[in-house]
């Protein structure tokens, strides 16, 4: 695999340095690719795969030493900082926008401007907590109580900021999030739910809700892939070994529904037909895999990445330099096609050359300081 993975990063490095210039040309945030890159669908610059341009962009930095990326990246921050005034369209998703944009920045080049707005990022997801014992997602009002598995991979941004300043705060906050995930997130068989809802008053659990699954009770496998690598970050951010124990459980899930061509089902319950792929699970459970494997010294955790990445380099990745986009057969939601269905999406690409980078030993864990 190792050698399968230079060549992929290479190649990656070669499709981007032909078409991102595109996205850099109109000054747009790229989402989705194909003839050409699009923006997102919804919310313009503050929907929340915003960090993903930047945090791909510095990966290839780091992978080639090209300094166009570097560039690019930071063009990208700057819409995402913008972003900041609009405040009420930005939610828990923070933790994705700006640690893989400023925080990158920061941890990569040390520019003490991007330091100052990670800090901004990480007060708004401390604005989020509800002393009743978990981070609100998202800002409707009728969902005052709800939080997702995803937020995970926003607590990194919290454990960074109490590193970089001191304050316990921020990573007690994360602490307490996590712990209300391990009480009503986890099942009995490793899988996790995507949305629970509490009463955001008493912080009682009423009810999971299905999410971006097939239906409740179900198990998305992008909600998955962010409690597998969620949980193992929790562990190295914390060094505490519930959270590395948990991150098996989901991880052990995960690897049981991996299919023999290494792709992945949009929900592990989903009905056999129609097919629905999401690789963005897979690329983001590889990471996970990844670092579990340096965890634990487990060899069946990085047998599992390398049958993920294998399947993706053999079936799913598109190297023309004549259109957008790497990663194909993306897709955002089993329920909910506006967002993209079997499709180039950036997280996608994102996830898929985080995973390269382990292997190839480039990887500056962007999710940690
Ligand atoms: N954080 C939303 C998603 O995974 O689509």
Redesign the pocket.
């Known amino acids: 695999m190792r050698n399968s993975a230079c060549d992929a990063m290479q190649r990656a490095v070669e499709k981007y340095r032909a078409t991102a210039p595109f996205a850099a040309k109109s000054n747009m945030l790229p989402y989705r690719g194909g003839d050409k890159w699009l923006s997102a669908p919804f919310d313009g610059n503050s929907w929340?795969t915003g960090g993903f341009w930047p945090g791909l962009m510095w990966q290839l930095w780091e992978a080639s030493k090209d300094d166009w990326f570097m560039g690019e990246a930071i063009r990208a921050e700057d819409l995402l900082t913008a972003e900041f005034r609009t405040f009420e369209r930005l939610n828990h998703?923070v933790g994705f926008m700006y640690l893989l944009s400023c925080g990158a920045r920061y941890k990569l080049t040390g520019d003490r401007q991007a330091r100052v707005d990670a800090l901004h990022a990480a007060s708004l997801l401390m604005g989020r907590f509800n002393p009743a014992g978990f981070i609100r997602a998202w800002n409707e009002p009728d969902r005052t109580g709800y939080a997702i598995i995803?937020c995970l991979m926003n607590l990194s941004l919290l454990f960074w900021a109490s590193d970089i300043t001191g304050d316990p705060r921020f990573a007690r906050v994360a602490r307490i999030h996590l712990d209300t995930t391990l009480r009503h997130f986890l099942r009995p068989d490793g899988s996790v739910c995507h949305i629970v809802e509490f009463d955001p008053n008493t912080g009682a659990r009423v009810r999971a809700h299905a999410g971006?699954g097939c239906g409740p009770g179900s198990a998305w496998s992008?909600g998955q892939a962010w409690g597998l690598y969620g949980f193992t970050l929790a562990h190295i951010n914390t060094g505490d070994v519930k959270y590395l124990d948990a991150a098996r459980r989901v991880a052990d899930f995960f690897v049981a529904h991996i299919r023999s061509d290494g792709l992945t089902d949009c929900d592990f319950a989903q009905p056999a037909t129609p097919e629905r792929i999401d690789n963005i699970a897979g690329a983001c459970a590889a990471c996970g895999l990844i670092e579990l494997h340096r965890l634990t010294d487990d060899a069946a955790y990085l047998a599992a990445a390398e049958t993920l990445l294998d399947g993706l380099i053999e079936h799913c990745c598109d190297w023309s330099k004549d259109t957008c986009g790497l990663l194909t057969r993306c897709t955002?939601?089993y329920r909910d096609d506006a967002a993209g269905v079997h499709t180039s999406i950036v997280y996608g690409d994102y996830f898929f050359v985080e995973a390269l980078a382990k292997l190839n030993r480039t990887d500056p864990m962007l999710w940690r300081r």
């Open positions: 929340w998703d995803d971006q992008r955002a939601s």
